[in-house]
C-alpha cells in the first residue's frame, strides 16, 4: 500500500484539546485544527476570548466536529467542571499559537480563564502540555519571556518552535509559529516510544552525483526517502541524529542536524570525522561506484563531426566500509538494494564490510515510492518487516535495533 505521509492516522486514538489563543496566528491554529484531524485525533478545540476576536468558534466548531470551550462558566455541563471535564479527557494539550500573554499567565500559575485553568488542572503524568509561541521578535526576545519560557519548561511543558522568518507585523526574527504540519508531526514526534533516548545516530541517504563536467555527471534514481524516514523515526525515539545527505529535494526532519554533500568524495570527507561521535552508522545512501578520473573544468561541447566524447573512471570509497573498518567503529547497519538473490547478495554484503546488519530490499521497485519490503540479515539469519510505508518501516527498524543494542549490552 502507497501512503502519503500526509495521509497517515499517526494521531488514531488521540484525544487532543487545542488551545487557541489571541494572535495574528490563529489562524493557522485552524488550519492545525484539520491537520490533527486529518491525523485520526479527535480534537476538543479551546479558545480564549482574545482568540475569538481573530477566528470564530463555528470555524473551529466546523473543523473539528465538536463544540468550542469557551468558558469555565459552562452551565451545560451536568459537573459545571469544563476545566476538569477536558483535561481529564485528553492525552495531550496542544496551545498553538500560545502569545506571550498567555506563556506569562502559565508561567505564574494564573487561572482565571478557561484554557490556563485546564493547563493548571490538568494530571501532568498522563496529558503533557505543549506550546507553540507565536509573537513578535522583540516580544520573543524579551528577558520577560525569555524567563516565562524556561519557568513553564520547567514546570513540564514541552516548546514546539517558535521559527524564525517573516512576521505578520512586517519584522523578520525569531518568534513565528511553526507550521500546521510541523506542529502536527511534533505531536506524533512527541507520542512515539523514546526507544533511541540519548542515543547518537549518523546516517547517509540520497544519491550521489559525480560531475562529468559542470552541467553533467553521473547519478542515480535514489529518492533518498527511506534515508529521511529513518533520520525522523530515530529523532522521534529521541536519538540525537545527523544526516549527510546526496542531492535530493526533501525536507529536513524536525529537530535533525543536516549537511548536504554531493560526491561519495564529499559524503566520505563529512562522515568519517562525524563516525567516531556517533553510536550508531545507518548507510541509507546510494553512492555512485564511479567517478571520473578527471571531469572536464569547462562544458564539453558537442562538436559535428567528431566522436562522443568517453570517460575514464574510477571506483569512489566506500562509505560504510570504512566506517566499519575504524578502530571504534559504530554499531554499522548498511542496505542493500537488489534485483535479484536478494537475501545472498545481502549477506555477502554483511560479511565483506563487517557490518552488524543488513536491511535489503527490492531495489528496482522500490525507488521514490513511500512503500517499501524490507529483510533484515544478519550473522545468525534472515527475518521480513512487513510490508508498509517508509515511515512505519523506519519505525519498526529503530525499534529493531533498539533491541538489538540492547541485547548486545551496548
Ligand atoms: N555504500 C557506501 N559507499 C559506497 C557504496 C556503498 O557507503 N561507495 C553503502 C551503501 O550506503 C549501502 C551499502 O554500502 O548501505 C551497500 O551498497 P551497494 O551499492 O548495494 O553495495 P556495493 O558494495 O556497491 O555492491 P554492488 O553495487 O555490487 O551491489
Known amino acids: 500500500m502507497n501512503i502519503p505521509v500526509d ?13 487557541i489563543t489571541g494572535g495574528v496566528a490563529a489562524y493557522k491554529g485552524a ?44 452551565t451545560t455541563q451536568p459537573n459545571a467542571m469544563a476545566h476538569i471535564n477536558l483535561s481529564r479527557e485528553a492525552d495531550a494539550i496542544l496551545v498553538a499559537p500560545a502569545t506571550a500573554d498567555f506563556i506569562a499567565r502559565l508561567a505564574l500559575g494564573r487561572c482565571d480563564d478557561l484554557l490556563s485553568l485546564l493547563c493548571l488542572a490538568r494530571p501532568a503524568e498522563r496529558c503533557s502540555l505543549l506550546v507553540a509561541p507565536a509573537m513578535n521578535r ?11 519560557v524556561q519557568q513553564v519548561q520547567q514546570d513540564g511543558a514541552m516548546l514546539l518552535g517558535p521559527a524564525a522568518g517573516s512576521q505578520a507585523c512586517g519584522e523578520i526574527g525569531a518568534g513565528r509559529m511553526l507550521e ?8 506524533i514526534a512527541h507520542f512515539q516510544p523514546k526507544l533511541l533516548r540519548g ?28 534515508g529521511f524516514a529513518i533520520a525522523r523515526a530515530a529523532a ?20 535533525v542536524q543536516r549537511l548536504d554533500v554531493e560526491s561519495a568524495c564529499q559524503m566520505q570527507a563529512a562522515v568519517l570525522p562525524l563516525a567516531p561521535q556517533h553510536e550508531i552508522f545507518i548507510a541509507t545512501a546510494a553512492v555512485a561506484d564511479w567517478r571520473a578520473s578527471k571531469p572536464a573544468e569547462a562544458k564539453i561541447k558537442k562538436t559535428a563531426g567528431l ?40 549477506r ?63
Not at 239 to 253: D, F, W
Not at 322 to 330: G, M, Q, S, Y
Not at 358 to 386: C, K, Q, W, Y
Open 31 to 74: 488550519e492545525l485544527a484539520r491537520e490533527l484531524v486529518r491525523a485520526g485525533a479527535s480534537v476538543q478545540a479551546v479558545m480564549t476570548a482574545s482568540a475569538q476576536r481573530f477566528v470564530t468558534p463555528l470555524l473551529l466548531q466546523s473543523l473539528t466536529g465538536n463544540p468550542v470551550a469557551t468558558t469555565q462558566w459552562d
Open 180 to 187: 500546521p504540519d510541523e506542529l502536527r508531526d511534533g505531536l
Open 7 to 19: 495521509q497517515r492516522l499517526d494521531l488514531h486514538a488521540k484525544r487532543i484539546v487545542l488551545g
Open 138 to 148: 522583540e516580544m520573543w526576545a524579551h528577558p520577560a519571556t525569555q524567563r516565562n
Open 307 to 346: 566522436a562522443a566524447p568517453t570517460f575514464e573512471l574510477a571506483e569512489n570509497p566506500d562509505v560504510l566500509a570504512c566506517v566499519a573498518a575504524l578502530k571504534d567503529a559504530p554499531f554499522c547497519i548498511g542496505f542493500a538494494a537488489e534485483s535479484h538473490d536478494i537475501e545472498r547478495h545481502a
Open 236 to 255: 522521534e525515539a529521541g536519538a540525537s541524529v545527523t544526516l549527510v545527505a546526496g542531492p535530493v529535494h526533501l525536507p529536513t526532519p524536525a529537530g
Open 348 to 410: 555477502e554484503k554483511l560479511q565483506r564490510k563487517k557490518l552488524h546488519l543488513v536491511v535489503a530490499n527490492h531495489g528496482p521497485s522500490t525507488f521514490g515510492r513511500d512503500d517499501n519490503r524490507l529483510i533484515l540479515v544478519d550473522a545468525t539469519g534472515s527475518r521480513e518487516l512487513p510490508q508498509g510505508d517508509k515511515l512505519t518501516l523506519a519505525r519498526a527498524l529503530v525499534a529493531e535495533l533498539a533491541q538489538r543494542l540492547q541485547a548486545a549490552g551496548l
Open 199 to 226: 542515543r547518537t545516530v549518523l546516517i547517509t541517504a540520497g544519491p550521489t552525483f559525480e560531475a562529468l563536467d559542470p552541467v553533467r555527471g553521473i547519478t542515480n534514481r535514489s529518492s533518498g526517502k527511506m
